[in-house]
Each structure stands twice: as C-alpha cells, then as structure tokens.
C-alpha cells in the first residue's frame, strides 16, 4: 500500500503545518491549492530564498513547484511522460525518466536534477527555465577518470549537488561511488 505523498513544515511551536499533498498516490491538482495535489513517491525538495518549495515528484517523471505566496502547485518540469528529451528547449516541456533529487547551485541561477533512469544530471537555467545535461552520456557504466562528462556513463545518479567553484557531485549508491565534475 503507498504511504505518503504529503509534505509538512516545522513551526517554531513545534505544531506541524500540512503543505501539500492528500496522501493519494496519483498526478493531479497543478493550478490549485497544493494541500489538494497527488504525488507518486515524492524523493526530496529544495527551496528558493523566496519560499517556493521544489519538489522531485519522482515516478511521474516531474518537479513541482509550490508557489510560496499563493500555496497552489504547478509542474515546474518534465511532461509526465517518462522518457529522454528536451536538451536546449524549455524545461516544462523535457522528459525525465524518474526525477530522483533536484537541488540549486549556491548562486541560486541553476536547478541541478538527477535524472536517475536516463543516468544523466540534468540543470535548468533558473532565468530562462532552459534544461540542458551537465553529465552522463545515458549509457550504464562506471565513468574512466579524466574523460568528458557528457560522453561518459554513470551507473545510477541519485543525488547532485554543486559547491562554489562550479564543481559537480554525484552521488552513486549502486556505483558505490562520489564522483566529481
């Protein structure tokens, strides 16, 4: 049975605040309160300054974005198709095939995504919402040091996360691995 699909903040009161979701495994609500909205196996989120939360709405292939001020959710990227496309094109209109973790450049100008099944990590210019592939070739395989990230294989990107140089971390469970970019 799914269990979940419900996103919660911590109050200063200690007091628990409902966000988002029913708790209904589904894909629904985009242009309502998010509190109405269904996931599928949501993995993490990530928050602008401004309070709009970000969401990896993982087996729908998406992020959703919960708007700070208004409280309704959109699909932010993806289609909700799984699959591989977009690269150059406006991310709302990409495939993803299992978005597993989205996290944002310390400057704020980048969304990093870790598109799990397509074994790429993926970044959408946060000004003009363009998705292109930082790294994977999307072909299964431990990448040789020294080699081109985009001509290279990744075993499985589950997490991503970029410091203050520009320098790209990927985290590989099944790849046992941390590899840089």
């Keep these: 049975e799914y269990i979940g699909g419900r ?11 409902h966000l988002a979701g029913t708790g209904e495994k589904g894909y629904s609500g985009d242009g309502g309160p998010a509190v109405m909205a269904t996931f599928n ?6 928050m602008r300054p401004n309070g709009d939360i970000f ?4 087996v729908n292939h998406v992020v959703r974005r919960i708007d700070a001020q208004s409280g309704k959710i959109s699909t932010f990227a993806g289609t909700a198709k799984g699959g591989f496309s977009g690269d150059g094109g406006p991310a709302d209109q ?7 973790c989205v996290t944002f450049s310390p400057d704020g100008k980048q969304m990093i995504i870790a598109d799990l099944s397509n074994r ?17 070739s999307g072909e299964k395989g431990v990448p040789q040091d020294g080699q081109p990230a985009l001509e ?6 589950r997490a991503a996360a970029m410091d203050t140089k520009g320098n790209l971390y990927i985290v590989e469970r099944n790849g046992n691995a941390l590899r840089v970019v």
């Design 7 to 17: 996103v919660f903040r911590l109050l200063p009161s200690g007091e628990l605040e």
């Design 41 to 46: 196996a949501i993995h993490n989120l990530a």
């Design 55 to 58: 969401l990896s709405d993982h």
């Design 94 to 100: 990409a495939q993803f095939n299992l978005v597993m």
């Design 120 to 136: 790429r990590i993926r970044s959408i210019d946060m000004k003009s919402g363009i998705i292109t592939t930082l790294a994977g």
């Design 152 to 157: 290279s294989p990744l075993v499985d990107p």
